[in-house]
């Protein structure tokens, strides 16, 4: 099936620990993306990917980083998690840069 | 940077419109409309180009107005269906072409 999967679905995650939020997509997209959605601030964009080997930040990139190895795979690793990135994330992606977005089902992160 | 969305929030009964406003403070390059579920991820409902180009999908159309920097959504003879929140996304035409979000237009239709 074509799309965009994440893992885990939910994570609950004790303060200090380190956790990577996998992202697979199959439908060969150059770019992709991670975001966080808040309540009420909608969607933010933490880092972005145009093309693989290149990763770029976007508007909430502290505490987090990623890697694009190959065009499928865009992880994205807190390397200490703190209370604040309790969020839900999603990963997307898109044919090019700019172009419309697919996005995966989200992963619920609970940092306690 | 963020677009403002208005109205933050509409009830509806069935079969009315609603118009939901995306307005940015630079100049676009384009708009990108998603609707979002409750508990879902955000579907991609249209993007539309500066030139101020109109378009179409099922009884949900949205324009660009280019001079204003502002885009519109109408929904027209709302359905149940439409219930969700709105998203417009814009990407600036100076910068990296990345989709930077509003808040959301929290819609909900009633029967």
């Known amino acids: 099936i074509a799309g965009i999967t994440q893992a885990p679905t939910s994570q609950i995650l004790a303060a200090g620990r380190r956790m990577t939020l996998r992202c697979t997509q199959d439908?060969?997209?150059?770019?992709m993306y991670w975001y966080r959605q808040d309540l009420g601030l909608g969607l933010r964009l933490i880092h972005y990917s145009n093309t693989a080997g290149t990763t770029g930040k976007g508007e909430v990139p502290d505490g987090y980083s990623v890697s694009r190895a190959n065009t499928d795979d865009f992880p994205l690793t807190l390397a200490s998690a703190v209370p604040s990135q309790t969020s839900v994330y999603f990963c997307?992606?898109?044919?090019?840069?700019?172009?419309?977005?697919?996005f995966g089902p989200g992963t619920r992160l609970t940092v306690l | 940077q963020q677009p403002v969305q208005s109205p933050q929030a509409v009830i509806l009964r069935e079969g009315e419109d609603a118009v939901i406003n995306c307005s940015s403070s630079?100049?676009?390059?384009?708009v990108h409309w998603y609707r979002q579920k409750h508990g879902e991820a955000p579907v991609f409902l249209m993007i539309?180009?500066?030139?101020?180009e109109q378009k179409g999908h099922e009884k949900i159309s949205a324009s660009f107005n280019e001079k204003k920097q502002q885009s519109s959504l109408y929904l027209t003879a709302s359905q149940l269906s439409y219930s969700g929140t709105y998203f417009c996304g814009t990407v600036l035409i100076q910068g990296a072409q990345k989709l930077v979000f509003g808040q959301g237009t929290r819609l909900t239709i009633n029967p």
């Open positions: 997307a992606s898109s044919e090019t840069p700019g172009a419309r977005e697919v």
């Open positions: 539309l180009l500066k030139g101020g």
């Open positions: 630079k100049a676009l390059y384009s």
């Open positions: 439908m060969r997209h150059n770019a």
